[in-house]
Structure formats: C-alpha cells, structure tokens
C-alpha cells in the first residue's frame, strides 16, 4: 500500500481564501451611509389658455431629492403669445402638497426681471405681469429650492406644481 498524502494544508489555504473573497464581496456590495433625511421631489408643468402656446408640453422642471442648503433646480419654459395683440401674462403656482409648498422656495423670472418670489404656497396668487408682443415667445425661468433653515416639512414629500398662466390682451391691441 502507498502512503497517502495529506491535504489538509490546502485545505486550510482554500479555505482562508474563500473566506477573504467572501468578505470582500461584502464590502463591495454593501449600501452607502446616508444622512437619514429623504429629499423632496418636485414637477412644474404648464396649464396654458388658448391664446398662448407653450414649450415644453410636459413638464418643464423636474427637482428630485431636494434637501435643505442644496443648489435651486431651474427650468424654463417659452411662451408665445398667439393672440391679435400683446398680452400681458401672470403665473400662479397650484401645488398638489400644501407642506411642502411651505418648506419649498420658488422664484419666477421673465427677461431678467423677477415675477414673484417666495414659498410656493405664497406663489398661488398671481405673480407680477410679463409682457409678451403679439406672436412672439419669451422665456419663463423658474428655480426651486428648500431653504438650508428648513427643518422639516420636505423629508419624502412629492409636489406636482402647476403653473397657471393667464393672458389678458392690452386694451390698445383690441
């Protein structure tokens, strides 16, 4: 009979080399920290009257997982004006989440000059008029932020927010 010989050392390495693959494995594969906080999303769309048009035809902004501190999220959208005068335009925001319409900031602009500004709850009443030449097109800039003081109020909110825009025609244009 022929002695045999033992295995028990290769044993021993396949087995610490499977346990380090394992572990390694483990690491690569594991979920980053995070700050424990959900952001906020939020979606600007459109509502146009029949004497503008509007481009983008969706949504025109899409802000997701906003915290407080980090940098507004901007979208802009062009008007035009289809009517058989210039119209003057103003905005209001219809938020479908009241908290977070408190929590969130937006800021409407319009040719450098700044429509309305504050809480998107405080944005339901109508922003200041833009003024859009008959057949031409102008762009509506809006930013979306949480304020760094925000405490609560945003954490895994959603917000579809539309924009209700509402032309009315100069008297000297009719």
């Known amino acids: 009979m022929t002695k ?8 021993i390495a396949g087995l610490v080399a499977g346990i380090i693959l394992a572990a390694s494995f483990l690491l690569a594969w594991r979920v980053p920290a995070s700050s424990g906080r959900l952001g906020a999303d939020m979606r600007l769309v459109a509502l146009v009257p029949g004497e503008l048009t509007a ?4 949504f025109f902004l899409s802000a997701r997982a906003m915290k407080p501190g980090d940098p507004p999220k ?6 035009r004006n289809i009517t058989t005068g210039a119209a003057d335009v103003r905005v209001k925001a219809l938020p479908s989440d009241p908290t977070l319409a408190r929590a969130a900031r937006m800021e409407l602009r319009s040719g450098g000059r700044v429509l309305a500004r504050g809480s998107v709850a405080a944005l339901r009443t109508p922003s200041r008029p833009m003024h859009i030449p008959l057949g031409k097109a102008v762009k509506l800039e809006a930013r979306v932020w949480i304020p760094r003081s ?25």
Do not use: I
């Not at 045999?4 to 044993?11: A, K």
């Not at 901007?74 to 008007?79: D, E, I, R």
């Open 4 to 11: 045999q010989r033992s295995n028990l050392p290769l044993r």
């Open 55 to 58: 481009t983008p035809k969706d």
């Open 74 to 79: 901007t979208g802009v959208l062009l008007v």
């Open 150 to 174: 925000a405490k609560h109020g945003y954490e895994a909110r959603f917000a579809d927010v539309t924009m209700d825009l509402h032309a009315e025609l100069q008297k000297d244009a009719r």
